[in-house]
């Protein structure tokens, strides 16, 4: 009785090479997940429905501060009431700030994105394709 035996190395580095495989290719398809809906997200806030963030991001500087200055020429923690020129100036910089605030981090938010799918994409790609190769190698094997 003749048994036609393969040769097929150490069963057990088969089984570690291949959990590592489907690991890895996992771990890209995840990370090109996540990247893809934070930029979808990105765009559709910024772009598609113009989603106002303001209220995302604090400035240092509030309204507050606007409509109280300290008295510093008398070194008093007496406060003076600004006047209506400058309160309105104080809240225009303050808008300015939280405009420009919300634009870099829109502009951060898109480069984690890319940067997400740029490490994702070629991860799963390569993992996914050797895991594909060996897999028709092994059924055409198999067919002989």
Request: glycine fraction near 4%; charged fraction near 25%.
């Amino acid at each position: 009785m003749r048994i036609n035996k393969k040769p097929t190395g150490n069963k057990a580095l088969r089984v570690i090479r291949n959990v590592y495989l489907y690991l890895v290719a996992m771990i890209g398809l995840v990370v090109l997940i996540i990247g893809s809906i934070g930029m979808i997200n990105n765009v559709l806030q910024n772009y598609v429905f113009q989603v106002d963030q303001y209220s995302y991001y604090r400035s240092p500087l509030g309204y507050d501060v606007c409509n109280s200055v300290p008295n510093t020429l008398e070194k008093t923690d007496e406060v003076q009431k600004p006047t209506e020129q400058e309160i309105a100036e104080c809240e225009a910089k303050y808008d300015e700030y939280n405009k420009k605030e919300s634009q870099n981090q829109a502009k951060k938010d898109f480069a984690i994105s890319i940067a997400q799918i740029l490490v994702g994409l070629p991860l799963w790609l390569l993992h996914w394709g050797i895991i594909q190769r060996e897999y028709r190698r092994r059924k055409k094997d198999d067919k002989k």
